[in-house]
């Protein structure tokens, strides 16, 4: 299809899966016979599985143009996720695209335990603060699972209006207040003064570590969303600051983590304080979600 791949002949989506399975491959992809065909389903505009139902079908100029700049933008390391629009998470389908951090399955585990502890609550009482909202995975997947008030704070223009957009599309935006600004103080006069539940998935990577990420993940998302500073604690840093004046007596703190850094994390949140603590570990094994629960006499 490119560089002299085009020998004549009617174009398929076999023969564009026969070219692009050796494509992707030799280019060092790890999964390149799942990338091509949903590339591919994309480009026709049907789902992955009825590609196979089409197999046959001569291709016009139009979508031949189409694969052809998807399976380039690829080639490149853009992230799958970009190309295509959209990322699953939580069984919801979330826009996603240059500027917004992808949601990353790790990150259910911090959805599926602040659920565990918003379900008993009397609905009244359920108030969250997500911090650092992205594309507002979490605040949206709390929304749809459960009724509650969210606040979600972001210091990005673009992961907003992303955000924003995904709630419209899912139908939360009566539940989710949106605040642009640095953490807490992206909210506003009028907003709770404290909150059941504090929720964040910050930026977490240390830079030194940099140079060890894949390229799609390191050249395309935002760094902002990716590094924390030089040892990866500068989010948790701010976070810890305000968290214990902004969280209700007895209310929960879950912060997603680097697995080599929770107990670091930990120590930054004093025990007499925060005398409840919990480590979620993700399906691999790693630990991924520190929960602290916040003294009931302060």
């Not at 009617?10 to 992809?29: E, M, N």
Request: charged content about 25%.
């Amino acid at each position: 299809m490119e560089n002299g791949d085009d020998k004549g002949g009617v174009w398929t989506p076999l023969r564009i899966l026969q070219w692009s399975v050796p494509f992707l491959k030799a280019k060092g992809f790890r999964n390149p016979r799942l990338d091509s065909e949903v590339l591919l389903a994309h480009a026709l505009g049907v789902d992955r599985l009825k590609v196979y139902l089409q197999f046959d079908r001569p291709l016009d100029h139009g979508e031949l143009d189409l694969i052809r700049g998807l399976f380039k933008r690829r080639a490149a390391q853009e992230p799958l996720q970009y190309i295509i629009g959209t990322r699953e998470f939580y069984g919801f389908s979330f826009q996603v695209g240059p500027g917004v951090l992808i949601p990353r399955p790790e990150t259910e585990g911090l959805v599926e335990k602040a659920l565990s502890l918003l379900e008993p609550l009397p609905v009244e009482n359920r108030k969250v603060l997500d911090l650092g909202t992205g594309s507002g995975c979490i605040a949206i997947a709390l929304a749809k699972k459960v009724p509650c008030r969210v606040w979600a704070v972001d210091k990005s223009e673009k992961a907003l209006e992303i955000a924003k957009k995904n709630g419209e599309i899912l139908g939360v935006s009566g539940s989710i207040q949106w605040r642009l600004g640095y953490w807490f103080g992206a909210l506003l006069d009028g907003d709770p003064p404290q909150f059941q539940l504090l929720v964040s998935n910050p930026p977490y990577i240390a830079e030194k570590e940099r140079e060890a990420l894949e390229a799609e993940v390191r050249e395309f998302e935002p760094s902002g969303a990716l590094f924390g500073g030089a040892d990866g604690m500068q989010a948790f840093q701010e976070i810890a600051k305000k968290a214990f004046e902004k969280v209700v007596p007895g209310g929960s703190l879950l912060l997603e983590l680097h697995p080599d850094r929770w107990e670091g994390v930990s120590a930054l949140f004093p025990q007499e304080s925060w005398p409840e603590r919990e480590l979620v570990h993700d399906l691999a094994g790693h630990a991924r979600v520190l929960v602290l629960k916040k003294s009931t006499t302060h």
